[in-house]
Every structure is written in C-alpha cells, then in structure tokens.
Nanobody, 115 residues
Framework: QVQLVESGGGLVQPGGSLRLSCAASGITFSIYVAAWYRQAPGKQRELVGS???????NYADSVKGRFTISRNNAENTVYLQMNSLKPEDTAVYYC?????????WGQGTQVTVSS
C-alpha cells in the first residue's frame, strides 16, 4: 500500500521559513518525479515545483528564489524548504509522486503565513 505523509506545516510570520517533508512508503521512491502543489481557499490547486529522479528542479514563478525542493532517495523523502514566506503563500500544501500516468498524493499540510 502506497502512503505519502506530509509534515512540517504550521503558522509562521511573514519573512519566516518552514521546511515541509513528504515521506513515502510502499513505493520505489527513487524512480518517481516528486512535486509539491498548494491550494489556497477558493482557489485551484497549483504546482509549486517539482524534482525529477535526476534532481532536475522546476519552480513556479511565484516561488522562484524563495523555495527549494530536494529529495533523499535513501529515506524516501522529498522536502520543500520555504524561505521569505509571504501571506499569499498560505495554503494547504500537497506532495505528489508520478510516473507516467500513475500518481500518488499525500493528504496535505496547512501552511499559514500571518502576523
């Protein structure tokens, strides 16, 4: 059974940092593309960024220079380091693993940026 479990969300002040983790089990993690998405209230889910199995990364323009995605294949975990957080980064953040048409999603973790 495949499971993706996100953690690390919470409340942070503007300008602060958070590191999200997504731990996978029941899957050959290293061969999958990993991605982070987010969904703010009343908005569609959007791609934050992704990392291939060769560690090639891609980011949405809104987070470039502030967010960094990394992965540890030995620990079956993908990370999202978020710096210089803004109120507009407030959302539920989801991780996704994909290989062709096969996709697995985590349950999401809430990130709130507020003073």
């Amino acid at each position: 059974q495949v499971q993706l479990v996100e953690s690390g969300g919470g409340l942070v002040q503007p300008g602060g940092s958070l590191r999200l983790s997504c731990a996978a089990s029941g899957i050959t993690f290293s061969i999958y593309v990993a991605a982070w998405y987010r969904q703010a209230p009343g908005k569609q889910r959007e791609l934050v960024g992704s990392i291939t199995r060769d560690r090639i990364t891609n980011y949405a323009d809104s987070v470039k220079g502030r967010f960094t995605i990394s992965r540890n294949n030995a620990e079956n975990t993908v990370y999202l380091q978020m710096n210089s957080l803004k109120p507009e980064d407030t959302a539920v953040y989801y991780c996704k693993l994909s290989l062709g048409r096969v996709e697995y999603w985590g349950q999401g973790t809430q990130v709130t940026v507020s003073s």
